[in-house]
């Protein structure tokens, strides 16, 4: 069985830290490319960053960049978003995905919410 469970969501200040970790379980991990994506009520969902398959590329929505850090972790079928400086613009619910060009996968999503 497929499971992706993204965990570390929560309130936290502007400015502030948050580190999200997604576990995967049931596919060969590191043959799917990881990547997060995020949500926000009556919005689509949209790209946030994107690791390849042995860790060596990543991708990030332009919002992101330099704030973010994708990484990943093979042994572990982890992969981690560990996002600094936040502001409120980065309220949304976080997903988790995974793909190798025939199957896509997602978790059930995590809740940030930057907030003062």
């Known amino acids: 069985q497929v499971q992706l469970v993204e965990s570390g969501g929560g309130l936290v200040q502007p400015g502030g830290p948050l580190r999200l970790s997604c576990v995967a379980s049931?596919?060969?991990?590191?043959?799917?490319?990881m990547s997060w994506y995020r949500q926000v009520p009556g919005k689509e969902r949209e790209f946030v960053a994107e690791?390849?398959?042995?860790?060596?590329?990543?991708t990030y929505e332009d919002s992101v960049k330099g704030r973010f850090t994708i990484s990943r972790d093979n042994a572990e079928n982890t992969v981690s978003l560990q996002m600094n400086n936040l502001s409120p613009e980065d309220t949304a619910v976080y997903y988790c995905n995974a793909k190798n060009g025939i199957r896509r996968y997602w978790g059930q999503g995590t809740q940030v919410t930057v907030s003062s």
């Open positions: 690791i390849s398959r042995a860790g060596r590329t990543t």
């Open positions: 049931g596919f060969p991990f590191s043959t799917y490319v």
